[in-house]
């Protein structure tokens, strides 16, 4: 089962802490949104299991973190500048802005239903903002708007500064800013976001192989973060409809409680970035339309050793939304149960790795200084464990305490009751089957690796 509604994931997100509107003692401001106490540790997770079977796991990629504020030339010669643009059409009647690919009642205006629309118009997405200290316009930068871009300045910088040799990616997460004209859906469709990209370079040529490698891999990695295989889609993205550096894009779509929409892109991008920032382009068979007249100091090509010959590599791109990723995730996990006298209760079946919670140590009278010291023991010795957060809950309120643990998704309770004073053992609770066992303290450590792995 699946949340039936957005609203369900938004009011648990609120309520529990995963989720806030940005700004909201102030009345919000529309496409931001903050992570709360279990969001960012939910999202951190996510990231790190990205990150590990990225950079990790594998032995061919190696990871970035640049800056987010971006030279216009780097975003002119990647082709943003002139073509990261959605139509723009303004309503007359009520003034509103929309998104002329986006007005789902034939040419109405959805905010007042007026057909007194302007032409569409195409309007830049990046946001931009002044660089040092003299504001007149001269001296600006854009908030990137696709982390990728400093991947590919930073080839000839990563390529010098370790062994690499094509085939190799780069990976890098972090945050990108788009000024969406609509931003809709919680946090699907947002103004500020963050992305988890690989730029995996390949010899022309070996280049489709690798695109579909790629494909299958990233959905595989889904289906491992607890994604229904039956939930993912493999859209091929029409001809017409692909961003202007790619020769095939596939989508990795998620049935998403408002709809199936885009989790993931993986694109062929071709020659077209390293080309579009290569000095003297014309020293190479580009095959993409790029940008002419680089003005890079810097060629971004690799030489071929047996051929003794210098090419620019083609790029394979899985391109994901940590926040579409965090919104399906917490979808695909949401329960509703009934349990004794028809009690609803909630929960998050979410993997273990990615609870933001771990294990909560629960003494069973609070404010008692046997069981309180024990159970501060207990968690103390956990957390060591470097698994992931564990909290000490001192409330005193078990009931609550299993509730509120269910609907953020930690996988266990740990109960230190009187007769843990005796007999050493605490109850193990486990938040999916409700089943309780007793496990010695001696063994909890063991225990607690096992039920992680
Ligand atoms: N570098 C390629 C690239 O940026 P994209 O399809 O525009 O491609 C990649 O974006 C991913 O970033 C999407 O699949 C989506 O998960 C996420 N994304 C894009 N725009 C977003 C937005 N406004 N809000 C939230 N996530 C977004």
Redesign the pocket.
């Known amino acids: 089962m699946t949340a039936q509604t957005m609203e369900e994931l938004v009011s648990l997100c609120k309520r529990r802490g995963f989720l806030f509107q940005s700004n909201d003692i102030y009345g919000g401001i529309k496409?931001l949104y903050d992570y709360g106490p279990m969001g960012v540790e939910f999202k951190n997770n996510l990231k790190q299991a990205w990150w590990k079977s990225m950079v990790y796991e594998r032995d061919d990629t190696e990871g970035l973190d640049a800056s987010i504020l971006s030279s216009p030339v780097v975003l002119k010669h990647s082709g943003h500048e002139d073509t990261f643009t959605d139509p723009l059409v303004d309503c007359r009647a009520c003034k509103s802005r929309w998104r002329a690919d986006q007005l789902f009642e034939n040419n109405r205006c959805p905010n007042c239903k007026s057909e007194d629309l302007t032409e569409p118009r195409p309007f830049n997405l990046m946001f931009k903002t002044a660089i040092g200290p003299v504001d007149d316009g001269s001296s600006f930068a854009y908030l990137r708007?696709?982390?990728?871009q400093q991947i590919f300045t930073n080839f000839k910088n990563i390529l010098d500064s370790t062994s690499r040799t094509v085939p190799f990616g780069i990976a890098q997460m972090g945050k990108?800013f788009?000024n969406?004209i609509t931003?809709r859906n919680f946090?699907?469709?947002?103004?500020e976001?963050?992305?988890m990209?690989l730029e995996f370079f390949v010899k022309p040529g070996t280049d489709d192989e690798w695109h579909e490698y790629w494909i299958n891999k990233r959905i595989e990695w889904w289906v491992n973060q607890g994604i229904k295989k039956e939930n993912l889609k493999k859209i091929e993205v029409e001809k017409n409809e692909l961003?202007h550096y790619s020769k095939r894009?596939v989508?990795?779509n998620y049935v998403f409680p408002h709809g199936e929409e885009?989790?993931?892109?993986v694109?062929n991008?071709t020659d077209f970035d390293l080309g579009s920032h290569t000095k003297n382009q014309n020293d190479f068979k580009i095959t993409s339309e790029v940008m002419k007249n680089s003005s890079s100091t810097t060629k971004l090509a690799v030489q071929d050793l047996e051929e003794k010959k210098w090419y620019i590599p083609y790029v394979i791109?899985p391109?994901?939304?940590?926040?579409?990723?965090v919104l399906a995730l917490l979808n695909e996990a949401y329960r509703e149960e009934n349990v004794d006298n028809d009690n609803k209760r909630i929960l998050l079946s979410l993997k273990p790795h990615l609870s933001p919670i771990k294990a909560a140590v629960i003494p069973l009278k609070k404010n008692n200084e046997e069981l309180v010291n024990l159970s501060k023991e207990i968690k103390s010795n956990l957390q060591k464990l470097g698994l992931g957060r564990v909290v000490l809950e001192n409330s005193g309120n078990i009931g609550k305490n299993y509730r509120r643990h269910d609907e953020i998704g930690t996988p266990i309770c740990l109960t230190v009751d009187f007769e843990t004073l005796e007999d050493k053992s605490v109850t193990v609770r486990d938040r999916d089957t409700m089943k309780q066992e007793r496990v010695s303290i001696e063994n909890l450590s063991e225990y607690y690796k096992k039920y992680f792995n």
């Not at 391109?319 to 990723?325: F, K, L, N």
């Open positions: 496409g708007p696709e982390t990728c990108a788009r969406e931003p946090i699907f469709r947002v103004r976001f963050e992305q990209e961003a894009t989508d990795i885009e989790l993931e892109g694109a991008r791109e391109s994901a939304g940590v926040d579409r990723g």
